[in-house]
């Protein structure tokens, strides 16, 4: 209990220096009820065939903001990704805000661009999976001081051209650079290899923990892949923030593969990829984890968005992850 309590007062300290410069963006602007509906009009086929490509396109973003009022906002979109731009029936996208239009309406005109996580299949299963995907980011703010902001949302694609429509369920994602101004740090994309040493150790732990929770391997430290690495201004270790988590065994989609580089047999096999951290190292974090399970399996009973049934396959998951954490954490080397 001593090793969590000093766990928990070093992460408290994290919120009082960084949120100081807090400010109102577009992200709060959209984020402001529980589910964000809007409508985005654009053309939909020129989307596709440009999936492939960075290359942006206009858009008008709309959303209701009463009962008879509606805000609209003139905007550049494109698509984003590697895998998911590919092989998903939408691609994910990136929304492009006019800073000018930002600054006249008293928001960021810094914080300009906003991720969509899209739906990756059709129907029920897309929308499982983009439920549970959510679920994930939530899930690490409650262990997490740091952590990027997501906000769900309903989005109706309009074609003007064709007059195709499509409704689906979203996940819009904080701009980036409020990761910079939130935690007063710098984000660096090719700090690669970093020894451990120069990351806050409690946080590097929490994350390689937090992979292990949800079965996943699609990300890397080394190679800075699937994570936010910020280095605050004041000189402390670097900080790590996970995202992109469908090929995990948490979301469980159909189309996500074992990873052979780790010898990886299922999706759902737990492997812990943090060989440089011995169990003295993290059992801190474990600590923390076990402390927050009630929270978390409250996360996951109380989310009215998803199924019963898939409530009760990720509460069964999270069971597995303790009952791991008993039986000796799972190493790649121990798979072969």
Known sequence: MKVYTQLLLTFLCFPVTFYAQESRSVFDLLAANEVLEIELT????????????NEYQPATLSYAVGKK????????????????????????????????????KGLS??????????????????????????????????????FIRVHLAKVKYIDPVTGEKINAWGILVDDEKALERRYQADLCEDCFSLPKENFKKDQLCLVFLFEYLISNTDWSVSMVRNLYLLRPKDG????????????????NASYARPNSDFKQTKIRERLFLGPD????????????????????????????????????????????????????????????
Not at 70 to 91: A, D, H, L, M, Y
Not at 120 to 145: A, H, N, Q, T
Not at 236 to 249: M, Q, T, V, W
Request: include cysteine; proline fraction near 5%.
């Open 277 to 336: 951290l011995s169990d003295e190292e993290i059992k801190p974090a474990i600590e923390l984890f076990r402390s927050k399970r009630k929270e978390l399996e409250t996360v996951i009973r109380e989310f009215r968005y998803l199924s019963g049934e898939s409530k009760i396959d990720l509460l069964d998951f999270l069971d597995g992850f303790y009952l791991s954490m008993g039986q000796g954490i799972k190493r790649p080397s121990q798979s072969e």
């Open 109 to 146: 005109g810094e914080e300009d661009e906003l991720k969509l996580i899209t739906h990756c299949v059709e129907g029920d299963p897309g929308k499982d999976y983009l439920m549970r995907e959510f679920l994930i980011y939530k899930l690490f703010e409650k262990l997490s001081p740091v």
């Open 69 to 104: 009022q509606t805000e609209s906002w003139e905007i550049k979109i494109r698509s984003r990704g590697k895998f998911r731009r590919r092989v998903c029936v939408f691609p994910p996208l990136k929304l492009n805000f006019p800073k000018g239009q930002l600054k006249e």
């Open 42 to 53: 654009t053309d939909l086929q020129l989307l596709r065939d440009q999936k492939n490509t």
């Open 236 to 251: 402390s270790g670097a900080l790590l923030i996970p995202y992109d988590f469908d090929f995990s065994g948490f979301v």
